[in-house]
């Protein structure tokens, strides 16, 4: 630290926090540490007494937090990604500009953590986010760093580090099977779960279709709802192991990629994931007409997004797959699905 006249100050940067007091009205920081200091602040710091004051000496190879911020938002910054208007405390903030899916770069972002020194901090990857939500925020940890240190980051990080894939409005075809629903024994309570789901994401339904238990009329269902134009169907019921259960064996025979028929998550173990000409075709477990959130709540959003997922994808969700049934559902700001 070297201590200066103040008048002589213009430029440099603020070592202490210079406390402003106004009896009877106010008691506070004026300047903080790190501050740099301007021509407009020459007048108020005189009046708060201070005829010198105590800077940092900046060395050509060294930059300020500030600036060290500037590049981080440049090597976080990706698609459908906005920077807060100001750096706070040398801080720079990301937010979402569009309803999506938040994808991060998980190990460009270790990789930029482990140079040490900086703090680079984002939400959960797979997790949907709301146009203006803040999903990062950045900083490096002291108030002076080596340039070097700084350009050796934006060397490492060759991919952006936090995006938003947006949610397409896709039209989505339900089809309903059980022989109680379909001979009218009971009424129908999964279709509307699933329909208030996807309405979530802006998306439409084009129809439900409800079938008796048998393959013929499953898989005649569901070709109609694909000539109807569907870019997504949804199957409810009948997708347990009891051998009157055929909406996963309809769902196989129709042919396309069977992805996967189970997931390691709770509640939705008898989940269904496969392809028809690159169209999702999911099969739902009734879990998903009961529980406030499910494997479905993980999957669909990725879908969504345009994520063409694969069984990989859906064996990861063991770790974080437990879902804890709280009594007041904070989903996604839990571990469910992390």
Known sequence: MKKINVKDSIGHILSHDITEIIPGKFKGRAFKKGDIIREIDIEKLLKLGKEHIYIFEMKDDEMHENEAAIILGEIGCGENIYLSEEIKEGKIEF?????GLLK??????LELNMLGQVSFATLSENIPVKKGEKVGGARIIPLIIKKEKMEKAKTLINQKLINVKPFKKMKAGIVTTGSEVYHGRIIDKFGPVVEDKIKEYGCDVIGQIIVSDDKEM????????LDNGAEMVICTGGMSVDPDDLTPASIIELGGELVSYGSPVLPGSMFLLSYLDEIPIMGLPGCVMYCKKTVFDLVLPRVLSGEKLNMEDIMRYGQGGLCQS??????PNCSFGK
């Open 95 to 99: 937010y979402a500009q569009a309803d």
């Open 104 to 109: 991060v770069n998980k190990e460009k972002l």
């Open 326 to 331: 709280c009594e007041v559902c904070r989903y």
């Open 218 to 225: 499953i898989k005649n269902a569901i070709r109609k709802h």
